[in-house]
């Protein structure tokens, strides 16, 4: 098999060029996730368009009462970055729970949100934040970004610029239950906000989601009701990492605990 | 064509800009100081280096370090002296079976670059994504430890 | 705990941490394992495996569109010699002709001379399959690898007799060995017509007497040369062979070198597992806690083919009492085939199932008669003068009081809960292990080493001990220097290369340092002597002969089982999360009685590193399997500890020499996999009141059990 071509845009009016007029071209950003399919034979693009070094991709700036985050920035730009120790601890947190160093300094939110995997361990933090995806095109609520297993609204030429979070000082937590201490996929990964009321979750469903009966409860200031109904929310499987019980139960036990502690 | 520095020398190589910076290490330039555990991003094996921060070269186009200053375990010593990481893995009983060294050696440089004077703590998260099968990370950690600098 | 190291090297280098002799080379990355050695013209080989479990190969079909012209093919047709795995029982074939036994089965192999080619021709061979029923359930399973019976005293009239009979079954799960440099061989055909073999192996005769059948060579004919090997842990004992034969095979079709390096999707997929076991106890005691009986069944599941079963259910079911003495005993144990992929040799060989069970029945015991396990302990233990299950009188190096002493004295004040979902507990155990192979083994194996000392006045050692990690390249290189009364350095360790060293047997079973170190030893006590009237060069050879006061029967299995044991006694803390059922292990004492440590930090790092093996199989390792496949097939499904998953290790070396190992030593490579899981478990128990029968003991069982 040959190797893919490798384009190497200096902007993004460039990418979308070139995205619109090579068919089969993937978008590698970090590469944590595209370079093990390719070596695997998972994908077999005709081509690799590289947005890694794309400067309208990067950046951490707080312009008018929010926080973004260029998509191609990776994880350890963000667990450094003081705007958001300052305005969102909770993302860095939740960015260092992702892979290991290594990961950290190639995987990108741009590429989670991409890739769409329903395991995506900041995801539910942009669901608890309520984030805009903005595009070369639109900006996309996130509650509104994901369309079913590793499907997205995202057009086939589109590309992710950057993530908006609005800050409206609300206080998100986080938790995140993983095979392992480190290096590790979320068997159930959460996000908490009270006010408003945002129960966000990944790993028990084709996407991550937000359990909106739950929230309704919490909503109206019932946190055993939350607790009560967040099962009836979320859809998870037994697969290769846990059982569905399992996620069934600890996204209850540690609902329960992120809410009273 | 793509140009880049490993170890402080400017190489050129003819690649593909998508082929892994792994194979392009081995087999392009003959440095197999850089090991394959797991081909995923898993095991930390082929850590390297880029523009100091340590990363799975697995994982890296080799396009996507054009122009980019690369560290492998070759670059480590200086004037045929170990440095002093690699000194301290021999005399705390750090390698064993030595195949996860070199990444380890570089998640470790990358962390005193960083954090001179690291906990115990700091360490394990340094090397989390450098998985081990022989020592129990009992002595890597000690050894990465015995090589703090310090505050007087 | 840190032993300093001494920085100049004299005369009596053992026992002390000498700079090991691989170390320059392992962290500069000069040392080359197989997949880094450059061999001009090499091909690439692949291995085309079976996608059902159980079935007939009904139809292998090249697609005549493909060009096949710069393709190398191997059939099971094409092997010259038998086709079979030399081991045990002539069962498993290197290549499938017509039945298949289990998922990722050899049937073909293919080379070419890059790997885009390779990839393209793999995908023009399809395989049509009469597929059976597969036997996937080791409660379904009857085909038999191997059976054997331990009878000690009455057990049945013990039982009748007891105050209290504690009935239990345990159930353990695979476990991969996960070494990091996956399985590779490097065939380089030779004018000879024969081949010689680069590879990353444990037992470099083992391969060569595999290779010289299959492929119907002479002996003088394959060469094994082992590469630097990047982690073993009994992966690399028989299946290397497998892996070498494959490579062979191509390189002589192609008359060319070819390289068969498998990628971890290949080698999690296809190599062998710890077995997965069941094991039934009834334990009778006293009111007081006198032990009466055990009564044990221990059934392993084998896999497809037999590889090394009959000596992992012997070494497991000799152990499965536990290191106590108890007037009658019976030991049952069978290893059962299955349509898995076959199971194998891994660190502990059995031992460390059976011993799971063995020391959870001492808690439950305890828990059954409202006494402390500690004390149930003392009282049981072996001592000297005391006879095991097969009846062996143990006359000196019993270190159970010490290790067992050594741990409480370092084991620190409990914690004190942090958080109020956590709950903290504490669990022991006392394990042993036998050195050297079991029963008439040593004595079959007949290992033979040598000695020279060359003109220039130096020192060679040649054995076929392969350098794995274990530090073997620098311990024998101790022991033979303390024994010719010169400088450590001045002795070399040669690769063990089977054209050049003498077959001192295989580098398993806690052997090197015992056994063939031993040997070591008494060469350079020879040369020693003979150098007071003699000039160099000079070679002494020493063959292997069990002392005399051993007697084995391998028909009754009676007798004594081992030379010597290795004991180890261990205490874990664990922090169990309530809400997620996360057990982590929080600190982990490790006292061990190696006999005498000839390199201390080496010793120690054994013993960390297989405990963690030992945190990671009770703990996080679970094998998943769907239709006879593994599901956890590669490095982002198969967990294994990080470094924040492992524990802070304290590990106590207590002297306690046996007369017949070099130095007083005993071997310890592999009782350090022994101790974690019924530890870890126990600990989980004291932490939230619930007894977990199976391992791991993963969040998922622990949240279950805790009813949350």
Redesign the interface.
């Known amino acids: 098999m040959p190797?893919?071509?490798?384009l190497?845009p200096s902007s993004i009016g460039e990418a979308r060029a070139l995205l619109a007029q090579t068919p089969n071209c993937h978008v590698?950003a970090?590469?944590?996730d595209l370079?093990?399919q390719?070596?695997?034979g998972q994908v077999r693009p005709n081509a690799?368009l590289?947005v890694?070094?794309l400067e309208e991709l990067k950046g951490i700036t707080g312009p008018d009462g929010t926080l973004e985050i260029g998509a191609a920035e990776p994880y350890?730009a963000i667990i450094h970055s003081p705007l958001v120790a300052r305005d969102l601890p909770v993302l860095a947190d939740a960015a260092r729970t992702i892979?290991?160093?290594?990961?950290q300094?190639?995987g990108t939110i741009g590429g989670n949100l991409a890739t769409a995997s329903p395991a995506g361990d900041t995801i539910p933090i942009l669901l608890a934040a309520d984030a805009i995806v903005i595009t070369d095109r639109r900006a996309i609520p996130i509650g509104g970004f994901y369309t079913g297993y590793r499907t997205t609204v995202l057009q086939s030429d589109e590309l992710i610029v950057r993530i908006r979070f609005p800050l409206d000082g609300r206080r998100i937590a986080f938790r995140k239950i993983g095979t392992r201490?480190?290096?590790a996929i979320s068997k159930v990964v959460l996000a908490v906000c009270r006010e408003p009321a945002r129960i966000a979750i990944g790993s028990v469903a084709e996407i991550p989601l937000r359990a909106t009966t739950a929230e309704g409860a919490l909503a109206q200031g019932d946190v055993a009701g939350a607790v009560e109904a967040v099962a009836g929310d979320i859809r998870p499987i037994d697969d290769v990492r846990s059982t569905a019980a399992y996620r069934r139960a600890v996204t209850r036990n540690v609902l329960r605990r992120l809410l009273t502690d | 064509m793509i140009t880049f520095t490993v170890n402080g020398n400017a190489v050129t190589v003819d690649a593909?800009?998508?082929?892994?910076l792994l194979d392009v290490l081995?087999e392009d330039l003959?440095?197999?100081?850089?090991?394959?555990?797991?081909?995923?991003?898993?095991?930390?094996?082929c850590?390297v280096l880029i523009d100091s921060?340590?990363?799975?070269a697995?994982?890296?186009?080799v396009?996507?370090v054009?122009g980019a200053e690369v560290l492998?375990?070759?670059g480590?010593?200086r004037d045929g002296e170990?440095a002093p990481l690699?000194r301290a893995?021999?005399?705390?009983?750090a390698?064993?079976?030595?195949?996860?060294?070199?990444g380890m050696?570089l998640?470790a440089h990358?962390l005193l670059a960083r954090t001179p004077n690291p906990t115990?703590h700091d360490?394990?998260?340094?090397?989390?994504?450098?998985?081990?099968?022989?020592?129990?990370?009992?002595?890597?950690?000690?050894a990465i430890l015995a090589c703090r600098i310090r505050a007087t | 705990m840190?032993v300093p190291?001494s920085s100049p090297s004299g005369p009596e280098s053992v026992g002390r941490?000498v700079?090991?002799r691989?170390?320059?080379?392992?962290?500069?990355?000069?040392?080359?394992?197989t997949?880094?050695l450059?061999i001009p013209g090499a091909w690439y080989g692949r291995t085309v495996r079976s996608t059902v479990p159980r079935g007939r190969l009904a139809r292998l079909t090249q697609d005549p569109a493909f060009d096949w012209s710069q393709v190398v093919v191997v059939t099971a047709e094409d092997i010259p010699g038998d086709n079979v795995v030399q081991l045990i029982r002539d069962d498993q074939p290197v290549l499938v002709e017509r039945d298949i036994r289990h998922r990722e089965e050899p049937i073909a192999l293919l080379a070419a001379a890059d790997r885009e080619t390779l990839e393209a021709a793999v995908a023009h061979v399809s395989i049509e399959y009469e597929r059976h029923p597969p036997v996937l359930d080791l409660a379904d399973a009857t085909g038999e690898h191997a059976r054997l019976s331990i009878d000690k005293g009455d057990v049945d009239a013990a039982l009748a007799a007891a105050d209290i009979v504690v009935e239990r079954t345990f159930r353990v799960g695979h476990q991969e060995?996960?070494?990091?440099?996956?399985q590779g061989a490097i065939a380089v055909p030779r004018d000879d017509g024969g081949v010689t073999i680069h590879g990353s192996l444990q037992c470099p005769y083992y391969v060569h007497r595999a290779v010289v059948r299959a492929l119907a060579l002479s002996e003088a004919q394959v060469v094994v040369i082992p590469a630097?090997?990047?982690?073993?842990?009994g992966g690399k004992e028989e299946y290397p062979s497998l892996v070498a034969i494959h490579a062979a095979l191509l390189a002589i079709k192609a008359q060319r070198p070819v390289r068969l390096i498998y990628?971890?999707h290949e080698d999690i997929a296809a190599t062998t597992k710890r077995h997965p076991g069941i094991i039934r106890h009834r334990t009778g005691v006293r009111r007081d806690g006198t032990l009466l009986a055990q009564d044990i069944e221990f059934t392993l599941d084998g896999g497809a083919y037999c590889t090394l079963s009959p000596v992992v259910l012997s070494r497991g079911a000799i152990h499965a009492a536990g290191p106590y003495a108890c007037p009658n005993v019976r030991i049952t144990g069978r290893a059962l085939a299955t349509n898995t992929p076959p199971n194998g040799a891994f660190r502990g060989f059995g031992a460390p199932q059976s011993q799971f069970a063995s020391e959870l029945m001492v808690e439950h015991v305890a828990e059954a008669l409202g006494l402390s396990s500690v004390d149930l302990r003392r009282k049981w233990m072996l001592q000297v003068g005391d006879t095991t299950a097969t009846g062996q009188r143990l006359t000196e190096s019993v270190g159970t009081g010490l290790v067992l002493d050594a741990a409480l004295a370092n084991t620190p004040p409990g914690t004190d809960p942090t958080s109020p979902s956590l709950r903290h507990g504490r669990g022991m155990a006392l394990v042993y292990h036998g050195s050297g192979f079991t029963g008439s083994g040593e004595n079959d194996l007949s290992s033979r080493v040598a000695l020279e000392c060359t003109s220039e006045g130096t020192f060679r050692v040649l054995t076929a001990q392969t350098e794995?990690?274990?530090?073997t390249n620098t311990i024998l290189a101790q022991i033979a220097a303390d024994e010719l009364g010169v400088s450590w350095e001045d002795v070399t360790v040669v690769v063990p290369d089977t054209s050049v060293v003498p077959n001192s047997g295989p580098t398993v079973a806690s052997r090197t340092v015992m056994i063939v170190g031993g040997l070591v030893a008494q060469a350079a006590a020879e040369l020693r002597t003979r150098l007071a009237t003699e000039r160099p060069p000079l070679r002494a050879e020493k063959v292997y002969r069990q002392p005399s006061w051993i007697h084995w029967d391998d028909a009754s299995y009676r007798g004594d089982a081992y030379p010597a044991y290795a004991f180890a006694c261990v205490v874990a803390d664990v922090a169990v999360d309530m809400d997620t059922g996360e057990a982590r292990i929080t600190n982990l004492i490790a006292a061990l009685d190696p006999g005498y440590a000839i390199h201390p930090?080496?010793a120690?790092?054994q013993?960390?590193?297989?405990?963690?093996?030992g945190i990671g199989w009770a703990t996080l390792e679970e094998v998943k399997m769907d239709d006879g496949a593994y599901l956890n097939d590669?490095?982002?499904t198969y967990i294994?500890p990080?470094?924040?998953d492992?524990p802070?290790?304290t590990?106590v070396l207590v002297d306690n020499p046996y007369s017949g190992g070099p130095f007083g030593a005993k071997g310890i490579g592999e009782i350090p996999m022994d101790c974690p899981a019924p530890a870890i478990v126990a600990a989980i128990h004291d932490a939230t009141g619930v007894w977990l029968d199976e391992l791991p003991a993963t969040p998922e069982k622990i949240l279950e059990a805790l009813g949350a």
């Open positions: 190797y893919p071509r490798y190497k590698l970090g590469g944590t370079m093990v390719l070596h695997t690799l590289d890694w070094g350890s892979g290991t160093t290594q990961i300094n190639r201490q480190a290096q | 593909s800009g998508a082929r892994r081995r003959g440095m197999t100081g850089t090991k394959e555990g797991c081909g995923e991003g898993e095991c930390g094996a850590s921060a340590v990363v799975n697995c994982l890296v186009a396009g996507q054009e492998t375990v070759e480590l010593e170990l690699q893995f021999i005399d705390h009983g390698a064993q079976c030595g195949i996860c060294t070199p050696l998640a990358a115990a360490v394990r998260i340094a090397i989390a994504g450098n998985l081990c099968r022989c020592t129990g990370y009992t002595k890597i950690i000690e | 840190a190291l941490s700079p090991r691989d170390g320059r080379a392992k962290v500069t990355g000069c040392a080359r394992y997949d880094d450059v060995q996960l070494y990091i440099e996956p630097e090997v990047g982690g073993a842990f990628d971890r794995i990690g274990q530090g930090t080496m120690e790092g013993v960390e590193g297989g405990v963690l093996q590669r490095l982002a294994i990080t470094a924040l492992a802070p290790i590990t």
